[in-house]
């Protein structure tokens, strides 16, 4: 199988939301391309965002030191140059937030999770909204997080708007 080929059963859901692909031969192909030094830089790079994916999600069999390599890979994927993958970061920034795999670094996932608000992503905008409100991994600043939280609620994202709600923004 392909790595384009892994990445299409990837994307293949049933009518209920469930992956229907055939997940465990993508797998040992994310596997594969993620391991072969032979392939490209950016064909290694997608190769290990599904491989993070797949063992943090539990698609794939666990190994003994999960938290270690999904955080490893996702930090791979999340420095990489292109900026192929901004999940990346948000996923990476929740392991250094939570302490798995890496050691707790709140500071450095507030970093993380800038750099995923400024590609797009949704859920980055609020946890950094949250932060800065919060005074986590920073100092408090209101203004920070309602700048925030507004592009959060911009994008409908249900927990930025019970968050400005709650707290009056």
């Known amino acids: 199988m392909t790595l384009a080929d892994a990445v299409k059963q990837h ?3 049933n009518k209920y939301g469930k992956l229907d692909g055939d997940v465990k031969t993508a797998y040992k192909c994310f ?3 993620a391991n072969n030094p032979n392939t490209t830089k950016r064909d290694r790079i997608t190769a290990k965002y599904y491989k993070a994916y797949y063992i943090s999600r539990g ?3 666990s190994p003994p030191n999960k938290d270690k390599i999904v955080a490893e890979l996702f930090k791979e994927v999340a420095d990489y140059e292109a ?3 901004p999940e990346a970061k948000v996923r990476y920034g929740d ?3 939570n302490g798995k795999g890496v050691e707790k670094n ?3 996932a507030l970093k993380y999770f800038e750099q995923a608000a ?3 992503v949704v859920v980055a905008m609020y946890n950094v909204g949250n932060m800065y409100y919060n005074g986590i991994g920073c100092a408090k600043d209101i203004e920070k997080a309602k700048h925030y939280i507004e592009l959060a609620v911009y994008n409908g994202y249900e927990p930025a708007i019970k968050f ?3 707290y009056n923004f």
């Open 11 to 13: 994307k293949l859901h």
């Open 31 to 33: 596997e594969a391309y």
């Open 59 to 61: 698609f794939a069999e």
């Open 83 to 85: 900026n192929k993958y």
């Open 95 to 97: 392991c250094l937030f």
């Open 106 to 108: 709140k500071s450095e």
């Open 118 to 120: 400024e590609d797009g």
């Open 164 to 166: 400005r709600k709650e």
